[in-house]
């Protein structure tokens, strides 16, 4: 038997035929995991003191960088000697590095009337080391740069995104005239801190728009690691017309995720939806709104109005996590 101390002071014992998990859950000690079988990373937890051995992992789960840092899969680590482990429930994470790249569009389609669905692919085989909510960035022949957040999930072959087609956007004019499929162009990503944080509290999304994309991300991710926290999505947009992705949000909804969602518009009144402005439909929700962890991504005007009003209200700002570049150039 070996005493594993976890840095915030609690400890378990685990038995030389144990992997690290198996010993903490055989305490009553949740640590983050999914697949337990070495292949999704969702374990990754740093060894401070002390010596493990590992049994095979899949190629790529763990980074050089994770094992300069002396992260291992505790699904697939066994203590060779008594160990000092890292709280990985409250790891202020160590953001992948972004990299210059050149992608391939692969596909483009029509989401609704005024947003398209990019999928672009990476050289090679290779996919995208990002935490899901993160962006990128094009990088326009001028040297301009337009950020999007990612749609798709850590792992995913291609990387997804949601575009919303503005009348005269420079960038509106880019996708028309240069964005063709099978184009080629240069990218910077991953890039921002709007990914999820290990907690146990319930989790309020607000997506405004095409600020949907990264929840999805974050919602999928979720799905695959099989979080069960809490999640209340709210989508707010001004009419029907301009909501879509309805195919995922009921695949969640019939899925394992303890998942509800409400729609809000802002310009149209429909049975079945609910009326108003989306953050202030949420305090009229939610008592409670001091309990819960926010993430909101929209527009700059719909998160600093979110910020403001749910902070008055009680919410720790610590606890409200944004993204708000999506309908305007940073
Ligand atoms: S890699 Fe350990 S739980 Fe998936």
New binding site residues.
């Given amino acids: 038997m070996f005493l594993v101390k976890i840095k915030n002071g609690v400890e378990f014992k685990v038995k030389p035929s144990q992997n690290l998990?198996e010993g903490a859950i055989s305490s009553g000690i949740n640590l983050?995991?999914?697949?337990?079988?070495?292949?999704?990373?969702?374990?990754?937890t740093k060894i401070l003191d002390g010596e493990v051995f590992h049994s095979d992992?899949?190629p790529g789960?763990l980074t050089d960088k994770d094992k300069e840092q002396g992260k291992y899969?505790?699904?697939?680590a066994h203590a060779a000697s008594d160990l000092i482990i890292e709280d990985s429930r409250f790891d202020e994470r160590d953001e992948p590095d972004p990299q210059i790249t050149p992608v391939r569009v692969e596909e483009i389609n029509k989401l609704n009337h005024d947003v398209i669905q990019i999928y672009l692919k990476l050289p090679g085989v290779n996919s995208l080391d990002f935490y899901a909510g993160q962006y990128l960035e094009f990088i326009l022949a001028d040297g301009s740069r337009r950020a999007f957040s990612m749609a798709s999930c850590p792992g995913d072959d291609l990387i997804e995104l949601h575009i919303r087609l503005i009348e005269g956007g420079k960038f509106t004019n880019f996708i028309f005239s240069d964005m063709k499929e099978k184009s080629i162009h240069r990218i910077e990503a991953p890039l921002g801190s709007f990914y999820l944080r290990e907690s146990d509290k319930p989790i309020i999304f607000i997506a405004g728009g095409t600020g949907f994309a990264p929840i999805k991300s974050i919602i999928n991710d979720m799905l695959r690691?099989q979080n069960n926290r809490k999640i209340i999505l709210y989508r707010g947009a001004r009419t029907y017309a301009d909501l879509y992705e309805d195919k995922a949000i009921n695949e969640w909804i019939q899925s394992d995720l303890d998942i509800s969602v409400e729609n809000v518009l802002s310009d149209e009144k429909l049975e079945n939806f609910k009326h108003g402005l989306v953050h202030q439909q949420v305090l009229m929700d939610e008592r409670n709104i001091k309990d819960y962890q926010i993430y909101c991504c929209g527009s700059p005007g719909l998160v600093e109005a979110a910020y403001k009003d749910f902070v008055k209200n009680g919410l720790p700002d610590s606890e409200f996590y944004s993204d708000a570049f999506t309908f305007a150039p940073r």
Avoid at 73 to 76: A, N, Q
Wanted: charge should be positive; aromatic fraction near 4%; include cysteine.
């Fill in positions: 998990l983050p995991y999914g697949c337990r079988s070495g292949s999704c990373g969702a374990c990754k992992i899949m789960v899969l505790i699904c697939r690691k």
